[in-house]
């Protein structure tokens, strides 16, 4: 209802606007002739004056004599022309009547087939709104009907590139990136976007064609941060876990203590040591297949303080030696086994004292006590 009142109000008021001036009274236009006339009259005797005082000569006098009398005879026509049009209303009225005539037939007309609850609109008439109004369909819509006409546009096709990563459209992401290295060269951000896209197709995958992206990426700029992960990635599915632990480390060290690529970095480095210690036999910390065994045999107080003996000599090693993260590892599961959360908190207080605060090693042993339930502070920024 509120729609029909407002348009209403709006279209009262452009009837109105066009109407005015059309059943206005004219005796408006026959004031200013009366006023021109005026005008001209005064003009006509301080001429005259000047002539009988000799300021001009008579020549000059007599041509501004005929231009005044022009000018006069011109106000006194257009005063008779529109003397002569006032009886003509009734046209006027006739035409007022045709325009107030439009929206109520125009109205009537969309009663019946129209509707301001019409559903939505075809995609070519979405693709016309205001950007900030649009889908995230609907931008990337309009900029592939913008590359289908603009195939050379190679900036359009570098913004569509993280676009198609966004929506997991990793082969056109791929395609993207490769037109855009193609019209615009090779830049360190738009080679890092192509080997991700490679990558994500491949799922996961860093492929030799991806490796070659991110080396030239580096090359062109040393601190591209995704294509240094993604190099250590590589390392690690080619089976140089250490390699790649190491190179993981190294990226970590050198982020803002704030960045993102810290904590990437740090997960990355736990799940391949835990690959490392499953390969070596030992996937879980803990004891040796052999103690197990003997445990076995034991009483339950036996085998508690086999347990406390273990760990209290893993931690008596972990003081004389605090640079064994796996052994950190080991003693904050145990203690986390045994419900002692506290010396498993403090265990990971000391390990953070003893790497350094800002090191990826401390950046590695909160990870791994929060992914055991250890609440701990993460580790402070370098000054």
Same mark, same amino acid.
């Given at each position: 209802?509120?729609?029909?009142?407002?348009?209403?109000?709006?279209?009262?008021? @452009?009837?109105?606007?066009?109407l005015?001036?059309?059943?206005?009274?004219? /005796?408006?236009?026959?004031?200013?002739?009366?006023?021109?006339?005026?005008?001209?009259?005064?003009?006509?005797?301080?001429l005259?004056? !000047?002539a009988?005082?000799?300021?001009?000569?008579?020549?000059?006098?007599?041509e +501004?004599?005929?231009?005044?009398?022009?000018?006069?005879?011109?106000? %006194?026509?257009? /005063?008779?022309?529109?003397? +002569?049009?006032?009886?003509?209303?009734?046209?006027?009225?006739?035409?007022?009547?045709?325009?107030?005539?439009?929206?109520v037939?125009?109205?009537?007309?969309?009663?019946?087939?129209?509707?301001?609850?019409?559903?939505?609109?075809?995609?070519?008439a979405?693709?016309?709104?205001?950007?900030?109004?649009?889908?995230?369909?609907?931008?990337?819509?309009?900029?592939?009907?913008h590359?289908?006409?603009?195939?050379?546009?190679?900036? *359009?096709?570098e913004?569509?590139?993280?676009?198609?990563?966004?929506?997991?459209?990793?082969?056109d992401?791929?395609?993207?990136?490769?037109?855009?290295?193609?019209?615009?060269?090779?830049?360190?951000?738009r080679?890092?976007?192509?080997?991700?896209?490679?990558?994500?197709?491949?799922?996961?995958?860093?492929?030799?064609e991806?490796?070659?992206a991110?080396?030239?990426?580096?090359?062109?700029?040393?601190?591209n941060?995704?294509?240094?992960?993604?190099?250590a990635?590589?390392?690690?599915?080619?089976? %140089?876990?250490?390699?790649?632990?190491? @190179?993981?480390?190294?990226?970590a060290?050198?982020?803002?203590?704030d960045?993102?690529?810290?904590?990437?970095?740090?997960?990355?480095?736990?799940?391949?040591?835990?690959?490392?210690?499953?390969?070596?036999?030992?996937?879980?910390? *803990?004891?040796?297949? %052999?103690?197990?065994?003997a445990?076995? %045999?034991?009483?339950?107080?036996?085998?508690?303080a086999?347990?406390?003996?273990?760990? @209290?000599?893993?931690?008596?090693?972990? /003081?004389?030696?605090?640079? !064994?993260?796996?052994g950190?590892?080991?003693l904050?599961?145990?203690?986390?086994?045994?419900?002692?959360?506290?010396?498993?908190? @403090?265990?990971?207080?000391?390990?953070?004292?003893?790497?350094g605060?800002?090191?990826?090693? +401390? *950046?590695?042993?909160v990870?791994?006590?929060?992914?055991?339930g250890?609440?701990?502070p993460?580790? +402070?920024?370098?000054?």
């Amino acid at each position: 209802m509120l729609f029909w009142f407002i348009a209403a109000l709006l279209t009262l008021a @452009a009837c109105l606007a066009v109407l005015h001036p059309m059943v206005r009274h004219p /005796r408006g236009l026959g004031k200013a002739a009366e006023h021109d006339l005026e005008v001209y009259r005064d003009q006509l005797t301080e001429l005259e004056r !000047d002539a009988a005082r000799g300021t001009i000569s008579q020549s000059e006098a007599e041509e +501004a004599r005929n231009e005044i009398a022009r000018r006069i005879l011109k106000a %006194d026509s257009e /005063r008779g022309e529109t003397t +002569a049009s006032s009886p003509r209303i009734a046209p006027r009225w006739a035409m007022a009547a045709a325009i107030l005539a439009i929206p109520v037939i125009s109205w009537t007309v969309y009663s019946v087939t129209g509707s301001p609850d019409m559903p939505s609109q075809p995609l070519a008439a979405r693709l016309e709104k205001n950007p900030t109004e649009s889908t995230i369909e609907e931008l990337i819509a309009r900029a592939e009907n913008h590359l289908r006409a603009n195939p050379e546009d190679g900036q *359009g096709w570098e913004v569509l590139g993280p676009i198609y990563m966004r929506v997991n459209r990793f082969e056109d992401a791929a395609n993207a990136y490769r037109n855009a290295i193609n019209l615009m060269g090779k830049s360190s951000a738009r080679l890092s976007g192509f080997g991700e896209a490679i990558t994500a197709v491949g799922e996961g995958v860093v492929s030799a064609e991806a490796q070659d992206a991110f080396k030239e990426a580096v090359g062109l700029d040393p601190a591209n941060a995704k294509s240094r992960f993604f190099l250590a990635v590589a390392q690690a599915q080619e089976g %140089d876990l250490a390699g790649a632990i190491a @190179a993981w480390r190294a990226f970590a060290d050198s982020q803002p203590a704030d960045s993102p690529w810290r904590q990437v970095a740090f997960n990355a480095i736990a799940q391949a040591e835990l690959e490392m210690a499953a390969a070596d036999g030992a996937a879980e910390p *803990g004891p040796t297949r %052999d103690q197990v065994a003997a445990a076995q %045999d034991m009483s339950a107080e036996e085998r508690n303080a086999m347990i406390e003996g273990m760990v @209290a000599q893993l931690d008596e090693k972990l /003081r004389a030696n605090p640079d !064994d993260m796996a052994g950190w590892q080991r003693l904050v599961k145990a203690y986390t086994v045994l419900g002692r959360k506290a010396d498993a908190s @403090a265990a990971v207080g000391r390990a953070v004292s003893a790497f350094g605060a800002d090191s990826a090693k +401390a *950046g590695e042993i909160v990870v791994f006590a929060n992914s055991l339930g250890v609440e701990t502070p993460a580790p +402070a920024a370098g000054n």
